[in-house]
């Protein structure tokens, strides 16, 4: 499975967190939930935190979906 990269945050003065992937705005978190993903990007790999955060990571049916018969060309 690889790895998530691209993803890269801002911390603003005023305590509110700005999430990119790949340059483009993926989400913005204020307050309890900002100061909860800086603690938890401390202490883990920042590019699976962010990606969880975002909801942007895999979820393990890609292949699934990938062979149902809608999907097949």
């Known amino acids: 499975m ?3 990269h691209g993803f890269t945050y801002q911390e ?3 305590g509110t967190v700005h999430i990119t992937h790949h340059g483009r705005p993926a989400t913005t ?3 309890p939930r900002a100061a909860q993903f800086l603690a938890e ?3 883990s790999d920042p590019q699976l935190v962010m990606a969880r955060w975002t909801g942007n ?4 049916n890609e292949r699934t979906a990938r062979d149902h018969p809608r999907n097949r060309r």
């Open 2 to 4: 690889p790895r998530p």
């Open 12 to 14: 603003h003065a005023n």
């Open 29 to 31: 978190l204020h307050g």
């Open 41 to 43: 990007i401390e202490t």
């Open 57 to 60: 990571y895999k979820r393990g």
